[in-house]
């Protein structure tokens, strides 16, 4: 009986040994991003701008690639007299996953991208998390990512005409005959995983007390989802004081158990001006900040709200910082913050 008693306190004493190891070594992983969540230095090899080609054969502009973090960003340009009125793209690994007809013909109604009415504008830009695309870096990965890009596009002569023509980025077409609507492609290739190269994520700050979704909210007020599929945070109202919120990456869907704490964000506002700080906690550092501060929920695109982090109004490209700051002046009344950056840190 001694003898049971003694291995059974024995084993107790290894299960506790083993919790709290267990949770060592969990405490000790978020000083990283979790490995399988992690995109790493994923670039574009080869063409990342092609023309948008209005009405088949008029060159209307431009559409360029570029990955910003762990997202994978589209951005429309109209060049001469050429505006855009709306935009519908679509990305993805195959081709048949695309919204289309039994024809192959693109269905862009369906189109998980759309701009609504942004009559007027002459640039554009949609941002997509690459985990969406099945893309996740396992230090080996070279992908090819298909992008259907329509646009409605108009230009305005001498005279005051005007002519509105369908406009896609140039590329192959999707059927032989009929529709001229095309696609183009983007060779993704990521560096080699040698232990030391960083991994970056796209993070955002969070108020415990204030924070927003992007994702199933009614920003507009119209009593309807606003349809945003991208994860983040709108913070506020906030009066005039001095407000600290979290700065997450890495979290998914806004899902702060799938993030990972990397630093802190004040905001000290008097009323008129706000002083905003960012700063990461180490290993982590920052290689691009994004800020929208304004009586709004979040920054306007000719009227529209966004989340692209390109129209934020406020933007600084740095280089393993663990701080940047901005100054927002003429503000009054009670605002709203999103704060965007891209934190990096070594394996």
């Known amino acids: 009986m001694k003898n049971l008693i003694s291995n059974s306190r024995f084993a107790l004493i290894l299960l506790i040994a083993a919790v709290v190891s267990f949770t060592s070594c969990e405490k000790e992983a ?56 709306e935009t519908h793209l679509w990305a993805g690994k195959n081709l048949a996953d695309m919204p289309q007809n039994k024809k192959g013909n693109p269905k862009i109604g369906l189109f998980p991208y759309n701009s609504g009415d942004i009559s007027g504008s002459t640039s554009y830009q ?3 998390p690459l985990s969406d695309l099945g893309i996740v870096d396992d230090g080996t990965c070279n992908e090819t990512v298909y992008v259907a890009a329509h646009a409605v596009v108009q230009s305005t002569d001498a005279s ?35 232990g030391s190269v960083g991994s970056c994520e796209t993070a955002f700050a969070y108020s415990a007390n204030a924070a927003t979704c992007f994702i199933g909210a009614d920003f507009d007020g119209d009593g309807n989802d606003d349809g945003i599929n991208r994860w983040g945070w709108s913070n506020g109202p906030f009066a005039p004081g001095v407000y600290t919120m979290d700065i997450y990456a890495g979290a998914g869907q806004c899902d702060l158990t799938k993030g990972t704490l990397t630093g802190t964000l004040t905001v000290d506002y008097d009323g008129s001006t706000a002083r905003v700080t960012y700063t990461t906690n180490a290993p982590f550092t920052m290689d691009e900040t994004h800020l929208y501060v304004g009586t709004d929920p979040l920054a306007t695109d000719n009227g529209e709200y966004t989340v692209a982090p390109g129209q934020y109004g406020n933007i ?21 913050v999103v704060a965007h950056a891209v934190v990096c840190s070594a394996q």
């Open 30 to 85: 978020l000083d990283t991003f979790p490995t399988e969540a992690h995109i790493q230095a994923i670039n574009i090899n080869g063409t990342s701008c092609v023309a948008l080609l209005a009405g088949q054969h008029i060159d209307a502009g431009n559409i360029c690639a570029t990955i910003s973090g762990t997202d994978l960003c589209i951005t429309y340009s109209t060049t001469g007299d050429w505006t855009l009125n």
């Open 126 to 128: 949609v941002c997509m």
């Open 160 to 194: 005051g005409n005007t002519s509105t023509e369908t406009a896609w980025g140039e590329g192959d077409n999707f059927v032989d005959q009929g529709s001229w609507a095309t696609y183009f492609t983007l060779n993704l290739t990521c560096d080699a995983n040698n």
């Open 316 to 336: 600084n490209d740095l280089d393993d910082a663990n701080y940047d700051a901005f100054t927002i002046s003429n503000l009054s009344g009670d605002i709203y």
